[in-house]
């Protein structure tokens, strides 16, 4: 992978080494306590240092993490995670006759001088060091106590910058074994099917459309039966996405439900989210004010530029649909709403992938990149089916230009299918846990997949109780219970994929995922991108 279009990186970004860390611990010899170290007394030290050439440089993800809407990944199309679990060492953590060493790491370097750091046993993501942080971070080779190398640095304090290392997991106590600790998930998420029509017949769709909508009473009966459950099962805040079929077919169920769904949720102290997945092809700018006075997000499919996302999104009468949807999508442009895309990649579109980037990028669009997911509505399309080598080709194009276009936001959560790269977790979505579909009928199923294998409906006084203990449907298994994937350093963040393409694939949900191979491939190179992000934006805050 070439490195040659990088900048050099300035030698004040020294400075950057001192922000303080988000829940940031800071350490003495004797134990960690939770002391955030004080940003402008470590800099102006360090700046007035004769030593300051040589200062170690530590960039890491969280550091940039400082707005809401940075989050990736937020409009998943499917049961995205949210209860990520903590892998850090238990704090306060006595240091005194405990010495450190290097865990298990994944690194890389990126430049001349700096090197991508990742502990796949930890929860604080990349990291990126200079060369004199790689020297002190050599120190611990072999298991050696803090107040040791702190007296082979006599010209300065390193405490700090050991510190560091040890917070992001790049260090840790000999004998220390992570153990994930889960949070309870705090989202619950659901697909409400306002109408199983739809404009558009793609060829991957997993649901046979018919013209029915959701009629309003089973639309103010859904949103009923959410808040009961999460209200029950003690969530704090509830997604809506409205889905179908085409969901802008039936705009006027999509806003009474908003309208119901927003004073009920105020009523009941739940905090509410919604976004509208859409296809692109016929909003009007009447329905994107709306969306916009009403606070609804939008998500829209787009799978190539011109022949390449036609070739899979055809109208009923074949013709392609990419003209629509681009006329959609400047106009939400025009009027300053960012939808977010969501790209299908087959056999079939995986040449076109990066110029789809390329689109995504130009206009500073957040995205994700899904894959093909076979399913009996698209069996007879054989050129779908993902293969390895060209699957790896063709995303390695898409990675050469993001390298070239760099997002400020990260791409750790949306880049590689599933894979959720932001936090450590242990199932590929919710579905079972925190994730409710509900039919235009009002019948409720695990996955959106299995729309048509109800596991019991808006009826019910508590639904998700209901979904959480069925046994028939699709089983979302840890990634530990997964045959290939417990010993896979990168469990945590792909967790074994898709369960219902597993299933489909394999006629198992306790095996790894029939794309397995390419998600190895792809894992390295996408934790590469995401060093030279930080990169980036730590030379761009020192020009500011
Ligand atoms: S599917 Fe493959 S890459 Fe993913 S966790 Fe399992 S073994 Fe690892
Ligand atoms: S089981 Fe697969 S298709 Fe269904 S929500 Fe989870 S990741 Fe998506």
Redo the contacts with the bound molecule.
Sequence with gaps: MSTQNMQPIPLLMEVLAFQPVKGCFSLDDTQISRQPVTHRQKVESRLASPYSSILPVILHTRQFISQPSQVPNFQC???CPDDGFSLSAPQPFTMQNIPLHHPFLHTQPLTDDYRLMFNPYHDQGVAVLNSAAQQLWQQFQQPRHLHDVVQTYPERDITTDVQSLFQLGLLQPVGYQPQPRKAAPKVLNTWIHVTNECNLRCDYCYINKTDDDMPADVGRAAVDAILRSAIQHGFQQVKLKFAGGEATLNLKRVFDIHTYATDQAHEKGLHLDTVVLSNGVSIGERAIEEFERRGIRVSISLDGIGADHDAQRQFKNGKGSFAWVNRTLDRLLARGIKPFISITLSNRNADGLADVIQYVVDRDLPFNINFF?DNECATSHTDLKLMDDKIIEAMQHAFAVLEANLPERSLLGSLVD?AQFNAPHDK????GDS?L?IDHKGNIA?????IERPITSIYADDPLAFIRSDRLG?Q?ISVEEKEGCRSCEWKYWCTG?????TYRATGRYDVKSPNCRIYKALYPEMLRLEGLRLLKLASKQLVA
């Design positions: 199309d499917c049961a997911r599933r590929t979505c919710s579905v994730y579909v695990k996955c959106q997949m299995e699709i979302n994929g898709c369960a219902a393409l």
